[in-house]
């Protein structure tokens, strides 16, 4: 009766799983690093936008008459924030300079 259950050997080694083990640590090491640059790029690429949109709130500010600042123009009435939590600057629509951010800088 032992012998029966003796012949029944199917499973993994230690050293198959420990060689499973050490391919998905190199591909998660190899996979971090992109993913954190692509992180990156988005949230710069959404400050950029972010910018884009508060300057262009500014120009449709200088031409309108009867609405106000931010309450008419972004949703919610407040300007949008940086994703990176970023500081924006000249966002008053009477300043004419480019609005900024002070992790990403301008969009041009």
Known sequence: MLKRFKK????FT????????VILG???AIAVPI???????AEK?????????IDG???QYAVSSGLTWPGD?????TIPKCPSGGTYSHTDPTDADQAECSEHGTYK
């Not at 029944?8 to 499973?11: A, P």
């Not at 123009?73 to 009435?77: A, K």
């Open 8 to 11: 029944n050997n199917k499973g």
């Open 14 to 21: 230690l050293v198959e799983l420990m060689v499973v083990v």
């Open 26 to 28: 190199i591909l998660v």
């Open 35 to 41: 993913y954190n640059s692509i992180t990156g790029n």
């Open 45 to 53: 690429n959404a400050c950029h936008a972010n910018l884009r949109t």
């Open 57 to 59: 709130a500014k120009t």
């Open 73 to 77: 123009f972004f949703r919610g009435g």
